[in-house]
């Protein structure tokens, strides 16, 4: 059964930090890509970031290029999202997500398995 549990989300004001963690089992780090996503409040879901597995290729939505950073850790199946100079247009609920590629022709890297998400609030 895959399971797939973010955290670090919060509040955080403009220009600030966060990383997020997505604790992942059920899947394996060098078979199964990991791409996080985010909803905005009235907004349809679209993909931030995607790492692949083997070679760990990373994708970045155009948003979000040269601010946040993906990267994963396989000994503790665990993949990481670097959140820096955050705005308040990052405001969203991020989700963690597996499959078996990165699918960047997909809005949301055509995930297979979903996480329940952290809420991540960039306001002063």
């Known amino acids: 059964q895959v399971q797939l549990v973010e955290s670090g989300g919060g509040l955080v004001q403009p220009g600030g930090s966060l990383r997020l963690s997505c604790a992942a089992s059920?899947?394996?780090?060098?078979?199964?890509?990991i791409g996080w996503a985010r909803q905005a409040p009235g907004k349809e879901r679209e993909g931030v970031s995607c790492i692949s597995a083997s070679v760990g290729s990373t994708y970045y939505a155009d948003s979000v290029k040269g601010r946040f950073t993906i990267s994963r850790d396989n000994a503790k199946n665990t993949v990481y999202l670097q959140m820096n100079s955050l705005k308040p247009e990052d405001t969203a609920v991020y989700y963690c997500?597996?499959?078996?590629?990165?699918?960047?022709?997909?809005?949301?890297?055509?995930?297979?398995?979903w996480g329940k998400g952290t809420l991540v609030t960039v306001s002063s």
């Open positions: 997500a597996a499959a078996w590629g990165c699918d960047t022709y997909s809005r949301d890297y055509g995930m297979d398995y």
């Open positions: 059920g899947v394996t780090l060098d078979l199964h890509a």
